[in-house]
């Protein structure tokens, strides 16, 4: 790779250049459309430290990503179309990258820099494919891909579960605060994947209440179909973002830091709603301009130049080996990339820049991008210099163009989508870096009466369980057989107390009487701005089972209640396993 560092005065040996590595912030909303920021046209939206960070550096006017959160990550991460990796869904493991993909933690990690995560990761939850396992020394936040209440919830911090503090996206921006503060005289790589503004819709009064009465624009193409209450509750989450990107800029200042660090800012997918996106055809979730154009800024002052915008098309499968090419490292793999690096359009230069495609996928459908069209997943090519809201199919004006590009998804589709087809992956328990194994109701399957506090698995519960042949069931391989404590963490309802819970693993369980009800309220209700599709929350408390001997190899885990005295067992959030002695030649 090119050392954009090399490049500068004064700089004339490798010690210089060590010295001179700079710090790399990625911040990542969540859910945010291209036209969700002042800069690029909403005239209802503040975001006054976005468009000034735009203004200072680099902007990518077609920059590109995937349909959905956990794709868009993995790309990020690796450099490579997700299919590569595995992910295929949003939850119960179908979020989970490939264990063999060599991550973009790695890669700083592998040339000195500390690391850390502090967000939603949505890549994997159970060791080895939890962040602390990826290359990231630290993490806070949650693993899976949303999380049910934005107030003082339970989180993870490293491999513990803790209480947050406040109103999430200012919780998180805390802690990487903190960590920038404690790695300030060493070369730092934070991630700040935020939760917003992806639904629940919550937002402290402060900033909604200033959305209450504002002019939204209604003149779009879908504004038939928007809920101006979610687009007012989405816009406050974006200026709430906008405030504490600007305290993280803060503080680079204050640390006089900013030379020296990197500070790139995109969004996952396009809007969750149907609001003003410079009327771009579709939202989150469609292979379309809207569901997968993004905004994405860059800063690095002294070497990008303020004010550059960018018209070439870029994707965040291009973020791996351009923040490395500018950061003067290796990848730190042998594995094929890809995206490409942007360094050599973000240091002002006119480079020979060859045309490429970009694909975006989900749910089976395919799209391209070239520099001028979209080839859409009907076989419908629009040219977007001409027609950048895709209304005006033009594949009769241009049918070499329109057949070409037809094939050229056929062929990514039969390189890629194969992958996903064959990935039979279970859930690890015990793996060696991992000190506890949480198995999250997303994960597992419910037999009988037993139901999920909600059709989207992520952040639900499993309830409803009243018969004694109902079960719930995970899909694991233990990676290290011995002896573990098993928690589960439950709630019970007034009159249930004495149902009996066993868990099983092949030949060996272990169970416990339910003596303690605890019955707490349901909770996010009080705080969503409209109704939530997501499941509500509830404090679920950890009762001890014992010790299970867990031998080598994958089965089923199975969670069972034999004595139901009363009208139903317990509503079950998840199951911890803690490993605490080897078993010493135990089966594998």
Known sequence: MALLLGLAAGCSSPESEEARRPNVLVLLADDQGWGDLGVNGNTAVRTPRLDSLARQGAVFEHFYVQPVCSPTRAELLTGRYHPRGGVHGTSAGAERLDLD??????????????????????????????????????????????????????????????????????????????????????????????????????????????????????????????????????????????????????????????????????????PNGWRWNANLRGRKGSTDEGGVRVPMIVRWPGQIAPGTERSRIAGAVDLLPTLADLAGIPVGTDTTLDGRSLAPLLRGKDPEWPDRHLFAHWNGEVSVRTPRFRLDHDGRLYDLTEDPQQRTNVADQHPAVAERLRDTVAAWTAEMLPELEQKDRPFPVGHPDGPVTRLPARDGRAHGTIERSNRFPNSSFFRHWTSPQDSITWDVEVVTPGRYRATVYYTMAEGNAGAELALRFRGHSTRRTVTTVHDPPLVGKARDRIPRQESYVKDFRPLDLGTLRLEGGRDPLVLRAPEIPGRAAVDVRWVELRRVEDAGGAGS
């Open 101 to 270: 993909e060599h991550t973009i933690g790695e890669t700083f990690r592998q040339a000195g820099y500390a690391t850390g995560v502090f967000g939603k990761w949505h890549n994997g939850s159970q060791y080895p494919y939890h962040p602390g396992a990826r290359g990231f020394d630290a993490f806070y936040g949650f693993t899976s891909g949303h999380w049910g209440h934005y107030f003082g919830w339970t989180l993870e911090r490293g491999a513990a579960l803790v209480e947050g503090s406040g109103y999430l996206p200012d919780d998180l921006t805390d802690r990487a605060l903190s960590f920038i503060e404690a790695h300030r005289d060493e070369p730092f790589f934070a991630y700040v994947p935020y939760n917003t503004p992806h639904s629940p819709m919550q937002v402290p009064d402060r900033f909604f209440d200033r959305y209450a009465e504002a002019d939204l624009q209604r003149d779009h193409r879908y504004a038939g179909r928007e809920n101006p209450t979610k687009t007012r509750a989405a816009l406050a989450m974006a200026e709430n973002l906008d405030q504490n990107v600007g305290r993280l800029l803060d503080r680079l200042d204050a640390l006089d830091l900013t030379r020296e660090t990197i500070v790139l800012y995109f969004s996952d997918n396009g």
